[in-house]
């Protein structure tokens, strides 16, 4: 059989050596590697501009936005999430000594059902923390609506959703506050980092604080903060990432034409189209496997996949909810979760960055598209 090379379910963008190199001249020359330098100070600028939101806090990773996000906001008692999603998001709420409540998916978004979240209510729950899942946003005016009506707070896991807009508008704005990933992984990365949106000033000072340890000044600790700044090096790479990134998601976009364009008429495989008056970042390509009307189950495929040297991930299995240290809680009940635990069963996210080639595209196309050939 003919050797190809293995083709990864992502590639990160990288900045161009030689540019990278004459930033950190920059930074040696400065001797300040962090705590809020110069390119701290302009990627915050130049992100506020690209994503058309108020205020943004870098932090060092995706993680800790979450964290201080649920801390600045108060919340307390029961937090209402969704069980299909990347383990952080959980987390999150357990390290601040709240109790996840997983709430059921909706299959047209893979986000929080709206028509379920009511019944999770009770008397303790202060927060909705919703996912923007691949990137596809979440009925935000329902689940604004329904957290109007019971005076809960909101706060989107947006780690996927970088650059997303609905209506011309950026999805980052909704709710109470948004977190961003800067992982490698994702659409837009600075090796490790992400960051808080927030829509006001004081609130920004506040978030500001909480990053640095709660220091208001050389003197002056007004909170039990915690150390997630991001450094200038990593700040620097993010400043050359964001130049080329809308490069980057057009050769997404084009990647995802031609998945969608190939697996159309494939019986038993399902995947998202683009939604009406969303732009949307192409940040992952979900296929759903329904192994009756394919005639592979999803593992099988994504066997045969790996076989190939084709590395799929199967984002989101296993459920959150079915982890050891969440799954005795009683929302965690796969009775509970019948989409999210169908969906985590049909799922396989095809390769998706901007290196892919035509013709690796073609190499993973005619496996999916094949189920009867060996
Ligand atoms: C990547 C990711 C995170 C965590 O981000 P890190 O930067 O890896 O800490 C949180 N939530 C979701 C949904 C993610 O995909």
Same mark, same amino acid.
């Given at each position: 059989?003919?050797?190809?090379?293995?083709?990864?379910?992502?590639?990160?963008?990288?900045?161009?050596?030689?540019?990278?190199?004459?930033?950190?001249?920059?930074?040696?020359?400065?001797?300040?590697?962090?705590?809020?330098?110069?390119?701290?100070?302009?990627?915050?600028?130049?992100?506020?501009?690209?994503?058309?939101?108020?205020?943004?806090?870098?932090?060092?990773?995706?993680?800790?936005?979450?964290?201080?996000?649920?801390?600045?906001?108060?919340?307390?008692?029961?937090?209402?999430?969704?069980?299909?999603?990347?383990?952080?998001?959980?987390?999150?709420?357990?390290?601040?000594?709240?109790?996840?409540?997983?709430?059921?998916?909706?299959?047209?978004?893979?986000?929080?059902?709206?028509?379920?979240?009511?019944?999770?209510?009770?008397?303790?729950?202060?927060?909705?923390?919703?996912?923007?899942?691949?990137?596809?946003?979440?009925?935000?005016?329902? !689940?604004?609506?329904? +957290? &109007?009506? #019971? /005076? *809960?707070?909101?706060?989107?896991?947006?780690?996927?959703?970088?650059?997303?807009?609905?209506?011309?508008?950026?999805?980052?704005?909704?709710?109470?506050?948004?977190?961003?990933?800067?992982?490698?992984?994702?659409?837009?990365?600075?090796?490790?980092?992400?960051?808080?949106?927030?829509?006001?000033?004081?609130?920004?000072?506040?978030?500001?604080?909480?990053?640095?340890?709660?220091?208001?000044?050389?003197?002056?600790?007004?909170?039990?903060?915690?150390?997630?700044?991001?450094?200038?090096?990593?700040?620097?790479?993010?400043?050359?990432?964001?130049?080329?990134?809308?490069?980057?998601?057009?050769?997404?976009?084009?990647?995802?034409?031609?998945?969608?364009?190939?697996?159309?008429?494939?019986?038993?495989?399902?995947?998202?189209?683009?939604?009406?008056?969303?732009?949307?970042?192409?940040?992952?390509?979900? !296929?759903?496997?329904? +192994? &009756?009307? #394919? /005639? *592979?189950?999803?593992?099988?495929?994504?066997?045969?996949?790996?076989?190939?040297?084709?590395?799929?991930?199967?984002?989101?299995?296993?459920?959150?909810?079915?982890?050891?240290?969440?799954?005795?809680?009683?929302?965690?009940?796969?009775?509970?979760?019948?989409?999210?635990?169908?969906?985590?069963?049909?799922?396989?996210?095809?390769?998706?960055?901007?290196?892919?080639?035509?013709?690796?595209?073609?190499?993973?196309?005619?496996?999916?598209?094949?189920?009867?050939?060996?």
């Amino acid at each position: 059989m003919e050797k190809h090379r293995d083709i990864t379910v992502t590639s990160p963008l990288l900045p161009d050596p030689d540019e990278l190199g004459r930033l950190m001249k920059d930074i040696w020359s400065s001797r300040w590697i962090t705590n809020n330098g110069q390119f701290h100070q302009q990627l915050e600028t130049a992100l506020c501009q690209y994503l058309k939101v108020p205020y943004i806090s870098l932090f060092t990773n995706g993680t800790l936005p979450l964290l201080t996000a649920l801390q600045a906001l108060r919340i307390s008692g029961e937090v209402i999430t969704t069980p299909y999603s990347f383990v952080a998001t959980t987390h999150c709420i357990w390290w601040n000594g709240l109790r996840p409540v997983f709430v059921d998916i909706d299959p047209a978004n893979c986000g929080l059902d709206p028509d379920k979240i009511e019944a999770a209510i009770t008397p303790r729950t202060t927060a909705i923390l919703p996912v923007h899942c691949y990137g596809k946003p979440c009925d935000g005016a329902r !689940i604004q609506q329904i +957290a &109007d009506k #019971y /005076g *809960l707070k909101v706060i989107y896991d947006a780690a996927h959703a970088f650059g997303v807009e609905s209506g011309g508008q950026s999805i980052l704005n909704w709710g109470d506050m948004s977190t961003l990933s800067f992982h490698a992984t994702k659409v837009f990365n600075t090796a490790e980092g992400g960051a808080l949106v927030i829509h006001d000033e004081a609130t920004k000072r506040r978030i500001d604080y909480l990053k640095n340890f709660g220091f208001e000044s050389e003197t002056e600790v007004v909170a039990p903060g915690i150390n997630g700044k991001m450094d200038e090096v990593r700040a620097a790479i993010g400043l050359l990432n964001l130049k080329q990134v809308d490069r980057a998601i057009a050769a997404r976009h084009q990647a995802a034409l031609r998945y969608r364009e190939a697996l159309r008429s494939v019986p038993g495989i399902r995947f998202f189209d683009d939604m009406p008056g969303v732009k949307h970042n192409y940040s992952y390509f979900p !296929i759903f496997v329904n +192994a &009756d009307q #394919y /005639g *592979l189950s999803r593992d099988q495929l994504y066997s045969r996949l790996l076989s190939h040297g084709i590395y799929g991930r199967r984002y989101f299995y296993p459920l959150i909810s079915t982890f050891s240290t969440y799954r005795a809680l009683p929302s965690a009940a796969p009775d509970n979760l019948p989409n999210a635990t169908r969906i985590a069963n049909e799922v396989i996210c095809l390769p998706m960055h901007h290196l892919l080639t035509p013709a690796d595209l073609d190499r993973i196309i005619d496996i999916v598209a094949n189920p009867d050939k060996a």
